[in-house]
């Protein structure tokens, strides 16, 4: 009964290489995120998407690139790996009503270091 | 200078303590103020959320607003050790209420 599930867990990979995150979630949000988490825990939104669009694109480099097949799926594909982008991901999910804060529900991360 | 400052702690109190966390902001547009808790190795949760200026409580836990001073402040009455997390401020402002942007977090430890 996971609301926001992310896979995998774990990810060690090369310098170099291309790696995906997926996530998925079942609370029947319309939007979805990806976030970045350096080692001193500073967490910064990347990319959103509600209903299948973009609508947040944050200054990251080209080799990153959100892909959403629905409105229940927010994968992130990594090209050309390098070791700044070691980090904990977080993708994330809220309902968005109008103008208005919408609580942002967040899956439990992917610990991605590259080697 | 970034958008939201936090003291990254740490932060260690006695159990029965009253803690006080903080939060400052350059972003006038800042509207909605939240605070989310963050276990070692978890995603962060919503804690409480603020609307404005004003106070807010919720059983242990009092968010503060001062938007005068662009301050907010997490209060945590009778502090347990299972309090003991990162804890997270964020805002938004109304024109773009899903971009939130998060201080870095003050990593909170209460000794039993």
């Known amino acids: 009964d996971t609301a926001v599930s992310q896979t995998p867990k774990y990810l060690v990979t090369q310098m170099g290489n291309d790696k995906s995150i997926k996530c998925e979630q079942n609370l029947g949000h319309d939007t979805m995120y990806w976030y970045k988490q350096d080692s001193k825990k500073f967490l910064k939104i990347m990319f959103s998407y509600n209903n299948k669009e973009l609508i947040i694109n944050e200054t990251v480099p080209n080799r990153f690139s959100p892909k959403s097949p629905d409105k229940a799926h927010l994968n992130l594909h990594i090209n050309s790996l390098e070791l700044g982008d070691s980090a904990v991901y977080f993708c994330a999910s809220s309902q968005i009503r109008g103008r208005t804060y919408n609580e942002q529900f967040f899956g439990p991360g992917t610990r991605l270091t590259v080697l | 200078q970034k958008e939201v400052e936090q003291d990254p702690g740490p932060l260690s109190v006695p159990e029965g303590a009253i803690v006080s966390l903080n939060c400052t902001y350059s972003n006038s547009a800042f509207q909605y103020f939240m605070w989310y808790r963050q276990y070692s190795r978890k995603g962060p949760e919503l804690l409480m959320y603020?609307?404005?200026?004003g106070n807010k409580e919720d059983g242990r836990f009092t968010a503060q607003v001062d938007k005068s001073s662009k301050y907010i402040s997490l209060f945590i009455r009778d502090s347990q050790p299972s309090d003991s997390a990162t804890y997270l401020c964020?805002?938004?402002?109304?024109?773009?209420?899903?971009?939130?942007?998060f201080g870095s977090g003050t990593r909170l430890s209460i000794r039993p």
């Open positions: 603020t609307y404005s200026s």
């Open positions: 964020a805002m938004s402002a109304a024109s773009s209420a899903s971009k939130i942007i």
